[in-house]
């Protein structure tokens, strides 16, 4: 696709429930960012994957955080047992290359636990 | 780790005046970015610095690099409205795949 894809952009959840959110990057881009921004904070680094692997898993908050690119492309994070500290923005982002690359941001999945 | 520092927080100016937002590493830089991320919406990339001492601009738009590779900044000529938004820097360091963000300044433009 043209840019970093993000879905769903709002999601509302109940404690306890799993949510997963996908990340559909820049077609050809090798690298991918996971993401987290609370309200009005700066951005908090979760993982990074270069193709399927992901070298650094250690910004990943808890054991409850996962993630998973398959074929190279699409990205999924999931939550399981969510918290009401887990409410933030969750941000993609892709380059083309791993390192010192500028980074494209998807428009983000707002997740709300209730 | 490394620590990426940005100052002021929050930053109010009449349309007209100048704005500056700085960046501190606690460790030597391979490069920096800036991103500005409007109102509900998510980070645009601005700008990349790889040289010490770099001064790059871009319209109204002035971002330096340190001599050091430690320090940055963003200085905006004669704000307009359109500026808006929350400016961020990231820091990458030499093969790093990492970008450490600052927490961003917030400008607002009062008209």
């Known amino acids: 696709g043209a840019g970093v894809s993000q879905s769903p952009s709002n999601k509302v959840t109940e404690k306890g429930k799993d949510v997963e959110l996908r990340c559909d990057p820049i077609s050809g881009h090798t690298a991918l960012y996971w993401y987290r921004q609370s309200l009005g904070q700066g951005l908090e680094f979760l993982i990074y994957?270069?193709?399927?692997?992901?070298?650094?898993k250690s910004g990943l908050p808890s054991d409850r955080f996962s993630a998973e690119r398959t074929g190279g492309s699409v990205s999924t994070l999931t939550i399981q047992r969510t918290q009401q500290e887990d409410s933030a923005v969750y941000l993609c982002?892709?380059?083309?290359?791993?390192?010192?690359?500028?980074?494209?941001f998807g428009s983000g999945t707002q997740l709300s636990v209730l | 780790g490394q620590q990426v520092m940005q100052i002021p927080q929050y930053q109010h100016v009449q349309e007209g005046e100048d704005f500056t937002t700085y960046c501190n590493s606690s460790?030597?830089?391979?490069?920096i970015q800036w991103y500005k991320q409007r109102p509900g919406g998510h980070p645009v990339f601005l700008i990349q610095l790889v040289k010490s001492g770099e001064v790059k601009k871009q319209k109204r738009l002035t971002f330096q690099f340190g001599e050091a590779k430690k320090n940055s900044s963003l200085h905006i000529t004669a704000t307009q409205t359109t500026d808006v938004g929350t400016y961020f820097c990231?820091?990458?360091?030499?093969?790093?795949?990492?970008?450490?963000f600052g927490k961003g300044t917030k400008l607002s433009v009062i008209p």
């Open positions: 460790t030597t830089l391979s490069n």
């Open positions: 990231a820091g990458g360091g030499a093969g790093s795949y990492q970008l450490t």
């Open positions: 982002a892709s380059s083309f290359l791993a390192t010192n690359e500028k980074l494209f």
């Open positions: 994957f270069q193709g399927n692997s992901a070298p650094d």
